[in-house]
T-cell receptor, first 115, second 114 residues
């Protein structure tokens, strides 16, 4: 299995621009999670989906952030407009739901820099 | 709310020696899992080991083992025969069966000295 795939691996953009991060979960996994990692706040859960439906988006920082999962093999996290404080590493993870295991497998992350 | 505490920001170990990383958590739930993840400089989050709360037996994975003390809410990671490739940031994480959320500690940076 290829594991969780994220693109791009690095993104540099200017303040005010739209940024779209992409994720392909492990085939067969029915949960997908988006995390953000910063030095100040560590790893934070932003949103997660179950069977393509958003279940909990309480971690999404503000309306500039949105996430979609149009099908079982693809999800996007969009920031519009981007701000320098959005600079972070964004991880996507996927898992089987209970009772199959719950272990989350992470993608390689996207390092976002907003200038 | 559940919390995860890693009280050791940094640790160092000699190659081939054993090191133990500490983790405590706070919860009122009975259904949960605990994990250790490793994050090397490549920043990939790699699963090291997993423990189900209902299991009394401590999980082991080759050179990695845990000491799970449920009553004390403690979940330490022991790395035996440390190797240079073990150098990384190690995160303890709590998974809530009720909310499906994974809550991470702040991490312990492990250095392995040759």
């Amino acid at each position: 299995d290829a594991g969780v795939i994220q693109s791009p691996r690095h993104e540099v953009t200017e303040m005010g621009q739209e940024v779209t991060l992409r994720c392909k979960p492990i085939s067969g996994h029915d949960y997908l999670f988006w995390y953000r990692q910063t030095m100040m706040r560590g790893l934070e859960l932003l949103i997660y989906f179950n069977n393509n439906v958003p279940i909990d988006d309480s971690g999404m920082p503000e309306d500039r952030f949105s996430a979609k999962m149009p099908n079982a093999s693809f999800s996007t996290l969009k920031i519009q407009p981007s701000e320098p404080r959005d600079s972070a590493v964004y991880f996507c993870a996927s898992s089987f739901g209970k009772p199959k295991g719950d272990t989350q497998y992470f993608g390689p992350g996207t390092r976002l820099t907003v200038l | 709310a559940q919390t995860v505490t890693q009280s050791q920001p940094e640790m160092s170990v000699q190659e081939a020696e054993t090191v133990t990383l500490s983790c405590t958590y706070d919860t009122s739930e009975s259904d949960y899992y605990l994990f250790w993840y490793k994050q090397p400089p490549s920043r990939q989050m790699i699963l090291v080991i997993r423990q189900e709360a209902y299991k009394q037996q401590n999980a082991t994975e080759n050179r990695f083992s845990v000491n799970f003390q449920k009553a004390a809410k403690s979940f330490s990671l022991k790395i035996s025969d440390s190797q240079l490739g073990d150098a990384a940031m190690y995160f303890c994480a709590y998974y809530s069966g009720a909310t499906n959320k994974l809550i991470f500690g702040t991490g312990t940076l492990l250095a392995v000295q040759p």
